[in-house]
């Protein structure tokens, strides 16, 4: 039986699609590298999308000016970012304060539980807290710790020299966009990308803030129904960590019931906590955010997973918490260009990364997608 002909593919294609991921390469490399300072920036960028989501929110539904609109949109969005730092470092502090009894009965809780979990498995000589604590590298992890908070301070102080210097230049962005791009079709087209990376991210913020609000909502009721100490700490926490996507979730649904068992002398008020938290995500991860979502995070769910451990790997928590934004602005950028269109299709969730709304006019970016596909062997 003769061997099947190979297939065969332009030379200028391959060229192009080398180049792009020897691009894609160099620029991994230098995110990694220069993470220290691509860190805040991006940081940086997201708060400043942020704060024009929230300036343009103001001015649609108030007869607030746009100066004094940007101005209050400014000060939430800086207060907020700080007082989500504070409340996180008041309440880790309070929390294991001496006041609060979880210290002083952390230990003994711990060898009951141990005690009772080897029982169940007809372990009759368990070993106690202390002796497994002492296996661990405690002052190697508090080390560690300390390190990661002098870094967040750090950080977030970069993060507002940065944020400073983006607002003041955006007053010349339209001059540099008309100077980058002469011709006004080609102008208008880089003003779509940036619209569409825009209503991307915004539309991520405002899932995941209406999301994390419900669910932060009803886990508050359980927690204070239960008598959870710090139920208003542990709430702000599963509200912030549910920015992060998969990785949110698990924090949100078992951290408070595992610090549950350490606070009763019952299993029962954990318990409550687990199957509640479990079903509220469940719920909220399978019917309302997929309903709010639409089309502005068409993202397929293995991309939202490799992204997660990408820029976890990468620039760490913050990353993280980028991770999903920084994918929508990758599909709608390569999405834009013909060498690297095949990979905006592979990030979409549905084979179509425009995610262009009903109500918005023909783009140029639908046309050119209704529109055959260019000849991909012309140079």
């Known amino acids: 039986m003769p061997m099947k002909p190979p297939i065969a593919v ?25 993470a220290d300072i691509l860190t805040p920036l991006a940081m940086a960028i997201f708060l400043l999308i942020m704060i024009d989501g929230l300036k343009r929110f103001i001015e649609d539904r108030t007869p607030v000016p746009s100066h004094l609109a940007g101005a209050a949109a400014l000060i939430v969005v800086i207060l907020g970012f ?34 009772d979990v080897s029982a169940l498995f007809g372990v009759h000589t368990a070993p106690t807290a202390s002796e497994l604590i002492a296996q661990l590298d405690i002052r190697g992890y508090l080390t560690a710790f300390a390190l990661q908070a002098q870094g967040a301070v750090t950080g977030a102080v970069f993060v507002l020299i940065y944020l400073a210097f983006l607002l003041a230049s955006q007053a010349g962005f339209k001059r540099k966009l008309v100077g980058m791009f002469p011709e006004r079709a080609a102008r208008s ?12 991210v915004e539309g991520y913020l405002w899932v995941q803030t209406v999301t994390g609000a419900l669910i932060s909502a009803i ?99 913050v990353g993280m918490f980028l991770s999903t934004p920084l994918a929508v602005m990758a599909m709608a950028i390569l999405a834009e260009f013909r060498g690297s269109r095949w990979m905006a299709i592979l990030l979409s969730g549905d084979g179509e990364p425009y995610a262009d709304h009903p109500d918005a006019p023909e783009s140029a970016s639908s046309r050119r997608r209704q529109s055959p596909a260019p000849d991909d062997s012309r140079p």
Do not use: H
């Open 219 to 317: 886990a508050w009721v359980l927690m204070r129904a239960v008598g959870l100490q710090n139920a208003e700490f542990w709430t702000f926490v599963i509200f912030v960590v549910g920015f992060i996507p998969v990785l949110g979730g698990a924090v949100a649904g078992l951290v408070p019931p595992l610090f549950a068992l350490v606070q009763f002398s019952t299993y029962w008020q954990a318990a409550v906590l687990l199957v509640g938290l479990q079903a509220i995500l469940f719920v909220s991860g399978n019917f309302i955010q997929p309903r709010m979502q639409g089309e502005n995070q068409n993202i397929d769910p293995v991309v939202v997973l490799l992204s997660l451990a990408f820029w976890g790997k990468v620039w760490g928590v």
């Open 189 to 200: 087209e880089a003003a779509e990308v940036f619209q569409r990376v825009r209503s991307g």
């Open 10 to 34: 332009p030379t200028s294609t391959v060229a192009r699609n080398a180049l792009v991921a020897v691009a894609i390469v160099a620029v991994g490399a230098a995110v990694y590298w220069l």
């Open 82 to 115: 700080f007082a989500s730092i504070a409340i996180i470092a008041n309440g880790a502090l309070n929390f294991f304060d001496e006041a609060s009894g979880v210290t002083s009965q952390m230990g003994p809780r711990l060898d009951q539980i141990i005690g």
